[in-house]
């Protein structure tokens, strides 16, 4: 079947959107010079930019500091909208603040959205929802063009993030005179959606293979290193709040730094270690990887690796392999989390979950 699965599903139908959702944002945003002018002004000269969401929107804005950090030469801090309404000293510091939200009018991040005009910041909102409080309120708005998500968890509003964040990365770091080869990124992005859409099919059918053999797992370890941390981290939020599954994310490194203890065959370890070998940072970071993907086979744990189409050294090392067709490292990021995705909605549907509406969320966060 197309959705490898018998039962159907708003947010499998939805993870199979994401081409078309990534090449509607695209093609709004082909002509880039109202972005640039817009942006121009707005960061030619500033040297600090909060990020402030809650839940994926966050982890999206984890990958969009590096991006930003790597392609516009601005520090950037990310923080929890829930925690950075009770700080005090942030506003001496005078930052640009961008707000990240898939409804537009999740209640934290609309509150920062308001405490940071309060404060006469620049603000700058990314959301799928045109006409939306945050939308309305920011002194810059962008729109992803997701699309309607009826699906309580985010797929497709999270990946469109990711390439919103490109966009604007993109857009800034061409007015900051950004060393980057911003037309690498750029053309990298261009090619997404004919990339995912064609792997779809294979990732589904490989993700609920892998669901079903680890449907007794007690828990799941996510690792990854830079932007793929940021994408563990939302594979994990998938497990839990989409299949009830425990699952925690950490950077590659610091698995050694206590949570190897739990690694076995009952306490899978899913090891992000994509790469672009035409990036030297990339494949330094590759190299470690593969090293840690070693180590824990050696400890007898299960493994399980997203990794680049052809890398057979690793495949070879772990008990299944998912793979990711190249692109950069932002590129990247943007497909290895469509498996997650398709990893969680299974766990869900073969355990007779509605992957839909998981109990005690719901789609947008008002403040009462």
């Not at 923080?79 to 603040?97: C, D, I, M, N, Q």
């Not at 309580?152 to 490109?166: E, G, H, R, Y």
Request: glycine share 6%; with cysteine.
């Amino acid at each position: 079947m197309h959705f490898a699965h018998k039962k159907r599903s708003l947010m499998l139908e939805e993870i199979f959107e994401q081409p078309a959702a990534i090449q509607r944002t695209l093609d709004y945003y082909r002509d880039s010079s109202e972005v640039e002018r817009v942006l121009a002004p707005a960061f030619s000269h500033r040297d600090r930019l909060v990020i402030a969401a809650s839940g994926s929107s966050r982890h999206a804005g984890l990958a969009g500091e590096l991006i930003i950090e790597d392609l516009c030469n601005l520090a950037v801090d990310v923080e929890y909208a829930s925690e950075y309404l009770y700080r005090t000293a942030h506003s001496l510091l005078s930052p640009a603040l961008m707000v990240i939200s898939q409804s537009g009018e999740t209640a934290d991040t609309l509150a920062v959205l308001r405490q940071g005009k309060g404060h006469r910041l620049l603000t700058v909102a990314v959301t799928n929802v045109a006409g939306s409080p945050i939308m309305r309120e920011a002194d810059i708005a962008f729109l992803t063009h997701a699309g309607k998500e009826s699906a309580i968890p985010a797929t497709k509003s999270f990946t469109t993030q990711l390439v919103m964040l490109q966009l604007l990365a993109l857009a800034v770091g061409k007015v900051r005179g950004s060393r980057a080869n911003l037309a690498r990124i750029r053309d990298g992005l261009e090619k997404l959606p004919d990339l995912a859409g064609s792997r779809l099919p294979r990732w589904a059918e490989r993700a609920n293979e892998i669901a079903r053999r680890y449907q007794k797992a007690r828990a799941f370890i996510m690792l990854g290193r830079g932007i793929h941390y940021a994408i563990a981290r939302e594979g994990a939020l998938k497990l839990k709040e989409t299949a009830y599954r425990q699952a925690e994310a950490f950077p590659s490194g610091e698995v050694r730094h206590g949570p190897q203890a739990l690694v076995s065959q009952d306490i899978p370890t899913l090891v992000i270690a994509t790469h672009d070998p035409d990036d030297p940072d990339s494949l330094l970071r590759y190299r470690k990887t593969l090293k840690i993907a070693k180590e824990l086979r050696a400890k007898g744990g299960a493994v399980i690796a997203l990794l680049n189409e052809g890398d057979s050294e690793l495949k070879e090392l772990v008990s299944y392999a998912v793979e990711v067709p190249a692109s950069n490292e932002y590129g990247l990021a943007v497909l290895e989390v469509m498996p997650l995705q398709m990893l969680a909605c299974y766990f869900a549907l073969n355990d007779g979950i509605n992957p839909d509406r998981p109990r005690n969320l719901s789609k947008a966060v008002l403040r009462k």
